[in-house]
Structures are given as C-alpha cells and as structure tokens.
C-alpha cells in the first residue's frame, strides 16, 4: 500500500488534477474506440504479423473477394446461393477469425455441399437435412461419403445439440473441406 501511495503522491507531483483527467479521458476514448472495432483491427494485426499482408500473387487475388460479396451471402436468405465455394470458404474463414467458430462450421459445410453441386455429384434439394446430404454424396461418389458424413456429425453437434464451438471444431472442417476437394479434383468414381 505504501508503494501505491507514493507512487500517487509522485504522479500528483508531475501532473495536475485537470491533466490527469484529460489523459484518462483520451485513454478511455482509445479504448472504446479499439473495443468497437475489434475484429477488424485484431485481423488486420495478425495478416500483418503472420505475413498475411504481402503482396500476394495473381492465384490468391483470384480467391479473394470482398467484403460486399462476403456480406451479401452471409445475409442471404437463400439455403445455398449459387456462388463459388471458395467464396463460403472464405466466409467461413472471416467467422473463424473473429471467433465465431459455429458460423465458420456452417459455412465451411455449405462450401462442401456446393462444390459438390458444382461438380455434378449431387443435385441440391432445399430442405435436406445434413445425414440426407452426406447419404446421398456416398451413394454418388463412395470416396465422398466419409469426409460429409464427419463434417454432418460436426455440424449437428454444434447447431442441434448446442455443442459449444471451438477452434478445433473448424479445423476438423477445414480438414475434411480439403479431403473432399482432393477427391473432387481427383475425379475418381
């Protein structure tokens, strides 16, 4: 306690009442203002910090897309909207980033189900649920199968048993997005 006291005392020496204030107030201000933009200040720290924020070459532009783009799916009314599945991957991405692991679940399945519309393996039919899904993509292409039906189990945990999302929870999709994307681009019936 003594320390504390004069640690005060010495502050009280240096700077007046009236200047005290104003720097609490401006500290208070950058904190409000750091607090209200959190998550975009937050990512663009870590691009920074992980080498995310080089100029990237002509492959990656072509997987980018904007935050109108990005926004307008993640507001769609629509159960699966016709885009590229790397623009939900990269909705998924956006969600993990800020720390809303079920939304990036969600969306990471929707990338799934949409390259295999894309590639013709299964036709989509609203209202499906995730077993008819991943039954269906098995049934058309066996090696399918398997990464839908562990992504399905992910995603009924977390949006039906109200399983807390977590990191790990996205990684295992990110895991079996990869595993059905190699099976796709491998073109193996």
Do not use: C
């Not at 992504?151 to 895991?175: C, N, Q, T």
């Not at 059905?180 to 193996?188: F, P, Y």
């Amino acid at each position: 306690m003594r320390v504390w006291n004069e640690l005060v005392a010495v502050w009280d020496d240096v700077f007046s009442l009236a200047l005290t204030e104003v720097i609490l107030l401006v500290l208070a201000l950058i904190i409000a203002i750091l607090w209200f933009m959190w998550p975009s200040w937050w990512n663009a720290l870590r691009r920074i910090r992980l080498g995310r924020g080089r100029k990237r070459t002509k492959e990656h532009e072509a997987l980018e897309f904007s935050d109108e783009e990005l926004d307008a799916v993640a507001d769609s009314d629509e159960e699966l909207p016709a885009v590229d599945p790397a623009l939900f991957a990269s909705l998924a991405d956006r969600f993990a980033a800020q720390g809303q692991f079920a939304e990036a679940v969600r969306e990471r399945l929707r990338s799934m189900v949409r390259a295999l519309v894309t590639s013709g393996v299964i036709t989509h039919h609203p209202g499906w649920t995730v077993t008819e899904l991943a039954r269906e993509a098995g049934t058309s292409r066996a090696a399918t199968g398997p990464p839908v039906a562990e992504a399905s189990v992910i995603f009924s945990e977390i949006w039906y048993a109200k399983v807390p999302a977590l990191s790990e929870h996205d990684a295992r999709m990110r895991g079996y997005a990869d595993q059905l994307t190699a099976e796709l681009a491998g073109g193996r019936k």
